[in-house]
């Protein structure tokens, strides 16, 4: 059963529905699940931003029962971080949240100078008729034209989400509404560039929300429900590792997948090897390779010199000597160019197999395509036995996925078991116990690994219907082999090598039996209905369910991907 | 821009009401262009620039008063939060704790404030705010008073 499909159970498709919704219709990967809660991570489109922020600030709204702009500002400060926000209130109370974050809710719209006709505004040092002023919750009046410069300077300088109040010393943050008026008589591009800060605030200051990294940009961001320590992917098909944002890269933790990438792209052991094998010649400077016989080495420019200590010398030489020349630094060289012919091979010796394999899945879609193929042909020939051929897909999509972990786990033991960074965690011993434990299990993994591959190659729509659920068997039991294999490898690295270290900054994302976690889309509702305050947007929230049926995004009632702020969400949420 | 004119046009009719309002400022704008601005101020008392007269130069931006002017001392002086050779001032009301309610008089009114007070603590003249931190009073007192001899007062004679 597909585990998306669980969590969010009836679609009410609308006839001009978005094509984003063919997410779902992706055939899945058919696996026993681990957790049965359902998609923890969810994709926020352009279109449904506004819906993933409204119940944060729905709750903040009703805990502390403010109007949505003040539980917005509360929410900015707070870097959208709910419960730290309740966390100050039940600790320093309400007046020091509200003072703190810059809210006023003490309303002085009826002081005095509304007794008056005209205001003098402090800024401009004009006399203003009282229409043309706006007083702020803070109590403080200024003149519009003012208030509007003010504005418009301040989100140039990139302050849109803390505007505050022009009055000295004044912390008060700038009711939105106020903002969005005034701005949009003399400025409309400028308030719509304020309301699209004040929505994707919740991305940029949120720590669980992240933009999708994927170049170009698919305008996506991904939302996780607790650990930020897991791999994604969006709806895109982007893969990346929330954390560090980089592909995904488990079980390597994000600092060994990042120091892994640089040593790979800067060929820095192309450059080690030339410094350990060759030497410059002394005459022409070409890096010079040893190809056998004595000391005495002689470029293709015809100059000869010294191996040990690549001075140029004459020709004349026996074997243990060169005539004229000596040189007694032999020891000391080859003492540091072993060391360095060494860390070469290891690094040669990991990154051989870590590159075999992520070879092997980019011809992914080849052998895909050829097994598709397959499939056709067997599917023709109406056995009456085999009708369901899913399982060559699953044993398919099993290769892929243990591929990749497979790949990964060797630029793991580059760094696991090497000087780099754990020198100092384990003793000589502890490590060589370490590494040939960890070596068993990769090496069960490769060895099945490579027979399901062998398995899948096989021409099964030739065979005889016996020998095709012959077939089918096998690579079952070789997926659910594998399957364990790679959780108990991954439990190994966290538990007993990771684990166990001192400095506990390497974590690894855990293991997903059934790939790398889509994210769902999170299901909003725009629809325009006959209203008397105009274009009207709507979430709908079937509170009566307690399930989250959403209707999906209509396009129509977006008006070009351009919210409606200005709705209270009182109005929103009523329905 | 037609606003920032418009208010220091104010302001420069404010200032010539109230000359005798404030005798430690003397604020005057240039003739030829009312962006840009002298003042002398007197050195506060009880402090080692009493008895000395700086002079302080505005160049007011575009969008003033929503962006503060820019302040500089012209006369040398020796003080933390002043840099001894550009006279660039360090104060928060002319960088981000600006308000526009602020006029050019009140930011006067600020730095004499800010020679009476030193803040050490984020110092543009590090030998002065050295001395400070590390206790040393007399010795910024004495040193600021001969820059403000030197410097800040009419030569006798």
Redesign the interface.
């Known amino acids: 059963m597909d585990d998306y499909a669980s969590s969010d159970d009836d679609y009410n498709y609308s006839d001009d529905q978005d094509s984003v919704g063919d997410v779902f219709a992706n055939d899945d990967l058919d696996f026993p699940l681990v957790s049965s809660k359902g998609s923890t991570t969810q994709v926020i489109t352009k279109e449904s931003l506004l819906a993933a922020q409204r119940e944060d600030l729905r709750r903040v709204m009703d805990m502390l029962s403010v109007r949505e702009q003040h539980a917005r500002t509360l929410l900015i400060y707070h870097r959208w971080d709910v419960d730290r926000l309740f966390g100050v209130y039940v600790e320093k109370g309400k007046a020091f949240l509200f003072a703190e974050a810059g809210v006023s809710v003490d309303e002085c719209r009826d002081s005095s100078s509304l007794a008056y006709d005209s205001v003098m505004c402090?800024?401009?040092?004009?006399d203003v008729p009282i229409e043309e002023a706006t007083r702020m919750d803070c109590g403080h009046c200024f003149c519009n034209?003012?208030w509007t410069?003010?504005f418009?300077?301040k989100i140039n300088e990139g302050q849109s989400k803390r505007i505050r109040c022009?009055?000295?010393?004044?912390n008060s943050i700038c009711d939105e509404a106020v903002v969005r008026t005034l701005l949009s008589r003399k400025y409309p591009d400028m308030a719509e560039k304020y309301e699209r800060f004040l929505l994707e605030s919740y991305i940029e200051d949120n720590k669980r929300v992240k933009w999708c990294p994927s170049t170009p940009h698919c305008g996506n961001a991904i939302r996780v429900e607790e650990d930020d320590l897991c791999e994604v992917e969006c709806s895109c098909g982007e893969q990346f590792c929330f954390n560090c944002l980089e592909e995904a890269h488990s079980p390597c933790s994000c600092l060994m997948w990042e120091l892994w990438v640089k040593k790979c792209r800067d060929e820095s052991e192309t450059v080690n090897w030339i410094t350990v094998h060759t030497k410059p010649c002394p005459k022409c400077h070409k890096p010079v390779e040893k190809n056998g016989g004595c000391n005495l080495v002689s470029c293709i420019c015809g100059q000869a010199f010294c191996w040990l200590c690549g001075g140029a010398t004459g020709r004349e030489h026996t074997w243990s000597s060169i005539a004229g020349h000596s040189c007694g630094r032999y020891k000391e060289q080859e003492k540091t160019a072993e060391r360095a012919k060494r860390d070469l091979y290891r690094y040669m010796h990991y990154h051989n197999r870590y590159k075999a394999h992520t070879d092997s899945f980019k011809l992914e879609s080849k052998l895909k395509e050829a097994i598709q193929g397959k499939i056709s042909i067997s599917e023709e020939k109406n056995s009456t036995t085999v009708t369901d051929y899913s399982w060559v897909n699953n044993g398919l999509s099993r290769l892929f996925r243990s591929r990749r972990v497979l790949s990964y786990s060797y630029a793991f033991a580059f760094y696991m078991f090497g000087d780099e960074l754990f020198k100092e965690e384990m003793s000589e011993d502890q490590r060589e116990i370490k590494q040939n434990l960890f070596e068993d299990q990769q090496q069960q993994l490769e060895g099945n690994v490579e027979r399901l591959s062998k398995v899948l190659e096989e021409p099964f729509e030739t065979f005889k219907d016996k020998k095709v659920m012959e077939i089918r068997m096998q690579i079952l039991n070789l997926s659910t082999l594998i399957d364990n294999l790679c959780k108990t490898m991954y439990e190994c690295i966290e538990n007993d090598l990771l684990g166990s270290l001192n400095h506990g900054i390497h974590s690894i994302a855990p293991y997903k039996s059934r790939g790398i976690e889509k994210a769902s889309e999170l299901q909003v509702s725009w629809s325009n209905k006959a209203n008397n305050t105009g274009v009207t947007a709507e979430v709908e929230r079937p509170e009566e369910s307690g399930c989250s049926s959403r209707k999906r995004a209509r396009k129509e009632g977006l008006g070009g991907g351009f919210f409606d702020l200005n709705l209270p969400a009182e109005f929103l949420d009523r329905n | 821009m037609q606003a920032s004119r418009a208010r220091l046009f104010k302001e420069y009719k404010e200032v010539q009401r109230e000359k005798t309002a404030d005798p430690d400022i003397q604020l005057v704008c240039d003739d030829s262009n009312i962006f840009k601005w002298t003042a002398l101020i007197k050195g506060p008392s009880e402090t080692p620039y009493e008895g000395g007269v700086f002079q302080l130069a505005f160049s007011v931006p575009e969008q003033y008063p929503l962006q503060p002017p820019q302040v500089r001392f012209l006369t040398k002086i020796f003080h933390p939060n002043v840099h001894f050779k550009t006279g660039e001032i360090c104060l928060d009301i002319l960088k981000n704790a600006w308000s526009p309610a602020w006029t050019l008089q009140s930011v006067c009114r600020a730095i004499i404030a800010l020679m009476a007070h030193p803040e050490p603590d984020s110092p543009l003249n590090c030998d002065s705010g050295n001395l400070l931190r590390s206790g040393d009073v007399r010795g910024y007192q004495s040193m600021a008073r001969m820059y403000t001899r030197l410097a800040a007062m009419p030569k006798k004679g």
């Open positions: 402090e800024i401009c040092m004009d034209s003012c410069e003010h418009f300077v022009m009055a000295h010393k004044c």
